[in-house]
C-alpha cells in the first residue's frame, strides 16, 4: 500500500529533550516536506527537500532541522525543543520536485512540549 | 509571500445540503490543490486543479487562475464528509518551492 508513514504519532516531552520524529514514504517520491498545524494559523511549511542532500527552509524552519541521506526517509530533529513547539507535525511527499504535484499526507504526530 | 483567504471559517449543515467553499489568492499561484481533514486529523488530497474543473463524485472542484480564485462545492452532503477543508497553492513567482495553506473552512454535517 502507498503511504506516507510517521513515528511517534503522540509524543510527550520535556524542554530541552532532543527528539527525532521519523518519516517514511514507500512511492519512490522525490519531493518531501515538513508541516506544523496550529489552531487558527492552518498548515505552515517548516523544511522541504526536492531529493537526496537537498533540504531548504520552508516559512517556520527556527528550532528544527532536517536531513535526507535516502530517498524515502526525511526526519525532523528537534536539538532542544521548547512548548512554543507544540503543535500537529505532518510528513509529505509528492512524486516532482517541487510541490507543484499532488501531495500524500502522513497520519500526523501530535507533540507536546512540557 | 502569497495570501490565502478560505471563506466561510465556518459553516454547519444539515445532511443533504449542498455548499460552496471558496478559496482567494493574493496573488497568482501556479497550482493549487484541495484538501480534507476529517475529524481523527489525517489529511486527504481532494483535487490537484490548477485551472479548470474536475468532479470526484459528489465533490467538484472549479479554478479560476486568472482571478485567483477556486471554489469547491459539496452535493448531498454525508455526515463523513465534516471536518477541516484547506486549499493551497504554490506562488508563481519563482523562489521557496512550498505550498501555502489557507486556514482552512470548518464544516459540520448534523444528522
Known amino acids: 500500500e502507498a503511504q506516507v508513514t510517521q513515528n511517534p504519532r503522540y509524543l510527550i516531552t520535556v524542554t530541552g529533550k532532543k527528539l527525532t520524529v521519523t518519516c517514511s514514504q514507500n512511492m519512490n517520491h522525490e519531493y518531501m516536506s515538513w508541516y506544523r498545524q496550529d489552531p487558527g494559523l492552518g498548515l505552515r511549511q517548516i523544511y522541504y527537500?526536492?531529493?537526496?542532500?537537498?533540504?531548504d527552509k520552508g516559512d517556520v524552519p527556527e528550532g528544527y532541522k532536517v536531513s535526507r541521506k535516502e530517498k524515502r526517509n526525511f526526519p525532523l530533529i528537534l536539538e532542544s525543543p521548547s512548548p512554543n513547539q507544540t503543535s500537529l507535525y505532518f510528513c509529505?511527499?509528492?512524486?516532482?520536485?517541487?510541490?507543484?504535484?499532488?501531495?500524500?499526507f502522513g497520519p500526523g504526530t501530535r507533540l507536546t512540549v512540557l | 509571500g502569497i495570501q490565502v483567504e478560505q471563506s466561510p471559517p465556518d459553516l454547519i449543515l444539515q445532511e443533504g445540503a449542498n455548499s460552496t467553499l471558496r478559496c482567494n489568492f493574493s496573488?497568482?499561484?501556479?497550482?493549487l490543490q484541495w484538501f480534507h481533514q476529517n475529524p481523527w486529523g489525517q489529511l486527504i488530497n481532494l483535487f490537484y486543479?490548477?485551472?479548470g474543473t474536475k468532479q470526484n463524485g459528489r465533490l467538484s472542484a472549479t479554478t479560476v487562475a486568472t482571478e485567483r480564485y477556486s471554489l469547491l462545492y459539496i452535493s448531498s452532503s454525508q455526515t463523513t464528509d465534516s471536518g477541516v477543508y484547506f486549499c493551497a497553492g504554490e506562488y508563481s513567482g519563482g523562489g521557496a518551492d512550498g505550498l501555502t495553506f489557507g486556514k482552512g473552512t470548518h464544516l459540520i454535517i448534523q444528522p
Open positions: 527537500s526536492m531529493n537526496v542532500e537537498v533540504t
Open positions: 496573488d497568482s499561484v501556479n497550482n
Open positions: 486543479i490548477p485551472s
Open positions: 509529505a511527499s509528492s512524486w516532482r520536485v517541487t510541490a507543484t504535484d499532488t501531495q500524500y
